[in-house]
């Protein structure tokens, strides 16, 4: 079993910035690909960020040059870097990560762990 850990949510104000962080209760090298997803009241869960073991990354298009996603294996800690927010970001963020092996989340339909869960507010 894998906890994984998230903290960097909160208020910001439309064009800020905010980095999310996600930390597994193991080592990330056990761990494969991982990612980010967003669920927006109403609105189905969508896949933001994913990242591989090697750190190849795919964006949602709707955050494609605003959002990077950085696996740093000595600090065992997946970062979601946000700059110029807008208010439609305004979601509960998970993160999600895979086994070896497993794509659940760079296909942006699962994961085999997750995260509880940390509420971004981007107000207008």
């Known amino acids: 079993q894998v906890h994984l850990v998230e903290s960097g949510g909160g208020l910001v104000q439309a064009g800020g910035s905010l980095r999310l962080s996600c930390a597994p209760s193991r080592s990330i090298f056990s761990i494969g690909i991982m990612g980010w997803y967003r669920q927006a009241p109403g609105k189905q869960r969508e896949l933001v960020a994913a990242i591989t073991s090697g750190h190849a990354t795919n964006y949602a298009d709707s955050v494609k040059g605003r959002f990077t996603i950085s696996r740093d294996n000595a600090k065992n800690t997946v970062y979601l870097q946000m700059n110029s927010l807008k208010p439609e970001d305004t979601a509960v963020y998970y993160c999600?990560?895979?086994?070896?092996?497993?794509?659940?989340?760079?296909?942006?339909?699962?994961?085999?762990?997750w995260g509880q869960g940390t509420q971004v507010t981007v107000s207008s």
């Open positions: 999600a990560a895979d086994l070896p092996g497993h794509r659940q989340v760079v296909a942006g339909t699962g994961g085999d762990y």
